[in-house]
């Protein structure tokens, strides 16, 4: 008939229930809404405890005592929470620390500011190094070349000039006859013997 | 394998909880974003390349509220940039600095120092007094039933007779 619920819906359904009481919720039970009441109950007529009211005056009054206290308690202990926070956000040490703290980081900022300049010279020492190296290079690169120009250059004359002392002892048309001439008289022989010491024997008989 | 004085053995090392609560920067309050500049290539960028490799996985575990953002191939020298809660914005050039003086560095100007990290656990220690019950919101325990090897709620499981109230006022009625 009566249920105690623990669970999860505790959390919720205990913001409605009293304080202090242990959460009961109806159910239903064996009987549904439309069936009839017991026999053994039809006659019943139910009667809540009788009250003394001479105690109920006095409980009534100590309770609102009772009561009284505790809320005010409550509230000082809240209220000594608030002024708690207020203080540590507001408070004279409050803006002490601030100020402590802003200057501290003013001062770190400014020693940053410094590691940056000092890095911006570094890096203006280098960049102006890698300049220089580059213009360096590119000078010697052009020398470079113009030696190999000249080289070739060099090469090229010598191979005519040796070109002009062959052109000499060439065989034109005007030469022909004469040249078959001189090499019909002058046979040459290319034999030539070598013994086993290796010694080149040149003069040889021509056949 | 990446060697880093300490031994790690594949990449997923730099994501275990192990190693990302060993990281040492906690950023103060008013820092609210962070930005890195850098290269993918050159020997400039090196430090800060494994400065992104290495600490910032460990940053942005302690300071879960921080923006981090990384840029690449952006710039033509690598810098960090951060900007605070009043609009100001702090510059740190990092080229070819090495990626543990760019962490003591930052730790230096914009990290939490060891005093204010220990006064703060001092304070929260104090704040929460493990011995207190109440609501799960401010104290371990609601009441001593939650604890192991004490006796059980009574509101799932019933007392035996012996503790109840009401056998223990009928005994001492009985023998008085």
New interface residues.
């Given amino acids: 008939m009566f249920r105690?619920i623990?669970g999860r819906s505790v959390q919720a359904a205990r913001l409605l229930a009293p304080r202090n009481a242990v959460l009961v919720e109806a159910v239903r039970g064996r009987k549904s809404r439309t069936d009839p009441v017991a026999k053994s109950k039809v006659g019943r007529i139910k009667v809540p405890p009788p009250v003394d009211p001479v105690e109920m005056l006095v409980l009534k009054e100590r309770y609102s005592e009772y009561e009284l206290i505790m809320r005010a308690l409550r509230l000082e202990f809240k209220e000594e929470v608030l002024r708690k926070k207020y203080e540590e956000e507001t408070g004279s040490q409050a803006e002490e620390r601030a100020r402590q703290e802003e200057e501290e980081?003013r001062a770190?900022?400014n020693?940053?500011d410094e590691?940056?300049l000092r890095?911006?010279k570094?890096?203006i020492l280098r960049v102006q190094k890698e300049e220089e190296e580059a213009e360096r290079k590119k000078m010697e690169a052009a020398i470079q070349r113009e030696q190999q120009l000249e080289e070739s250059i060099r090469l090229r004359e010598k191979e005519i000039l040796q070109l002009q002392e062959e052109a000499k002892n060439f065989i034109t048309l005007e030469n022909l006859d004469q040249r078959i001439e001189d090499a019909l008289d002058n046979p040459k022989n290319y034999n030539f013997a070598v013994d086993k010491e290796g010694k080149v024997v040149k003069r040889t008989v021509l056949q | 394998m990446v060697l880093n004085g300490g031994i790690f053995f594949s990449a997923y090392d730099l994501r275990t909880l192990e190693y990302l609560q060993k990281g040492e920067i906690i950023f103060k309050n008013r820092v609210k974003i962070m930005t890195v500049n850098y290269n993918t290539h050159g020997q400039l960028s090196e430090g800060a390349r494994k400065f992104v490799l290495f600490n910032i996985p460990q940053i942005q575990y302690k300071n879960p509220w921080v923006q981090i953002m990384m840029f690449k191939n952006m710039t033509p020298s690598p810098f960090l940039k951060f900007y605070l809660a009043d609009g100001e914005q702090v510059l740190v050039d990092v080229e070819g600095k090495d990626y543990k003086q760019i962490s003591q560095h930052v730790r230096k100007i914009l990290g939490k120092s060891e005093e204010v990290l220990q006064s703060e656990a001092q304070a929260k220690m104090q704040a929460s007094n493990p011995a207190n019950f109440g609501p799960k919101k401010y104290c371990l325990r609601e009441c001593i039933c939650e604890v192991e090897g004490q006796v059980p709620c009574p509101g799932t499981t019933p007392l035996p007779k012996e503790m109840t109230g009401k056998y223990r006022a009928k005994m001492a009625e009985s023998q008085e």
Avoid: D, G, Q
Wanted: aromatic share 8%; proline share 0%; no cysteine.
């Fill in positions: 105690v623990s980081h770190l900022i020693w940053n590691e940056n890095m911006l570094a890096r």
